[in-house]
Each structure stands twice: as structure tokens, then as C-alpha cells.
T-cell receptor, first 112, second 114 residues
Framework: QKEVEQDPGPLSVPEGAIVSLNCTYS??????FMWYRQYSRKGPELLMY????GNKEDGRFTAQVDKSSKYISLFIRDSQPSDSATYLC????????????FGTGTQLKVEL | DTGVSQDPRHKITKRGQNVTFRCDPI?????LYWYRQTLGQGPEFLTY????????KSRLLSDRFSAERPKGSFSTLEIQRTEQGDSAMYLC????????????FGPGTRLTVT
């Protein structure tokens, strides 16, 4: 079993739609839950991260963590064409170097 | 704050040649990370430094790979005797100790081995 599972997509939605992106993980020792956005041929950009179960909101983005189910989600409200990118979930084990363990990424396209 | 920079952005080399990449982290960031990303995959951890000390290396980092951060500022990643399987995007990230979970990535160096 892979440590992190993420549907690669592609996911295509109309402008203004609510987008739901998800990851499951198997390592119960993961303690930080991150979402990165990566535009084509660019480096990943940190969107938001959370430590505990529950929701965290930042503008149009909401990150949700369910530790009991080992499931995390990123919701994008009022999606825009500029949101078209690959979204990567990532996880950190505390202690040591805080290295990131990434999912494969979900490719999102928001169409006019 | 100019962000993380990497040089070169693209490198094409022939199998068997050596290549070296450079990363300049955000100034005053103590930690510097190297990751590798292949097409359709997420980045995979290679190694990290805290100041000039290399504290962890992934088993992905074969003995053909070496990384340095001699003065605790910029870092170099060298690949000796390149193989076609080394073709990937090599990403550098940095973080401060105060906000240790926030890693900021550079634009990457895309390596193509022919």
C-alpha cells in the first residue's frame, strides 16, 4: 500500500464551481497536513497547512483533516481559471528534518 | 525577499557526463532541502541541510549523487556519470527554524539525460 494516495485526475470544472480535492494516507504518525499548488513547469507553492483534525479556512480555500479516517481534503470555492494547476497534498512527520511526503498530485482545469 | 532561486533552469546532458546544480535559499533560512520530481509524480525527498550540516539522505540518493552547503548559504547538487533515469525536475526548498513546517520551493532545474 502506498503511503499517500491521491487521484491524479485530470479534473475539469466550470468557472465558479466548488472543487473538492482529496488524499488518503496510511501513516498515522503524520502530524502536519499540507496543500501545495504547482503550475506547469514551476516549483510547488505552499497554499495552507494544518496540524489538527477539523477545518481551516483561508479565503476561497478550506483544508479539512479527518485523522480517524486518515483522509484530508482541500475545497476551492468560486473556482477561477487561474486556479488551473496541479494540487499536491503533502505530509510531515515531526521530529527530524520535517521532510515532506507528497501525493502524486491532482491536475485541475477550471474552464470559462 | 527574492525567494528560492535555482540555476540552471534547464540542463541537457549526455549519459555519462557529470552535472551540478545550484540552489540559493531565502536569506536567513537555516534549512535547505533537495527533492526530485518525475513526470506525473509528486516530489520525492533526497536530502536536507541545517546550516552547513547534511543531516539526512534518502536511499534514493545513490553514491553518484552528492550535495554540499559549504557555508550554510547556497547548496550544490552534483550527479556523476548521469543515467537516463536521472532525467527529472530537481527542486530545492528552504525553511526557517521558527516556521519549520513552511517549506518554500524554487522553480526547479529540469534535467534531461540523452
Amino acid at each position: 500500500q502506498k503511503e499517500v494516495e491521491q487521484d491524479p485526475g485530470p479534473l475539469s470544472v466550470p468557472e465558479g464551481a466548488i472543487v473538492s480535492l482529496n488524499c488518503t494516507y496510511s501513516n498515522s504518525a503524520f502530524q502536519y497536513f499540507m496543500w501545495y499548488r504547482q503550475y506547469s513547469r514551476k516549483g510547488p507553492e505552499l497554499l495552507m497547512y494544518t496540524y489538527s483534525s477539523g477545518n481551516k479556512e483561508d479565503g476561497r480555500f478550506t483544508a479539512q483533516v479527518d485523522k480517524s479516517s486518515k483522509y484530508i481534503s482541500l475545497f476551492i470555492r468560486d473556482s477561477q481559471p487561474s486556479d488551473s494547476a496541479t494540487y499536491l497534498c503533502a505530509f510531515i512527520l515531526t521530529g527530524g528534518g520535517n521532510k515532506l511526503t507528497f501525493g502524486t498530485g491532482t491536475q485541475l482545469k477550471v474552464e470559462l | 525577499d527574492t525567494g528560492v532561486s535555482q540555476d540552471p533552469r534547464h540542463k541537457i546532458t549526455k549519459r555519462g557526463q557529470n552535472v551540478t546544480f545550484r540552489c540559493d535559499p531565502i536569506s536567513e533560512h537555516n534549512r535547505l532541502y533537495w527533492y526530485r520530481q518525475t513526470l506525473g509524480q509528486g516530489p520525492e525527498f533526497l536530502t536536507y541541510f541545517q546550516n552547513e550540516a547534511q543531516l539526512e539522505k534518502s536511499r534514493l540518493l545513490s553514491d553518484r549523487f552528492s550535495a554540499e552547503r559549504p557555508k550554510g548559504s547556497f547548496s550544490t547538487l552534483e550527479i556523476q556519470r548521469t543515467e537516463q533515469g536521472d532525467s527529472a525536475m530537481y527542486l530545492c526548498a528552504s525553511s526557517s527554524l521558527r516556521l519549520a513546517y513552511e517549506q518554500y520551493f524554487g522553480p526547479g532545474t529540469r534535467l534531461t539525460v540523452t
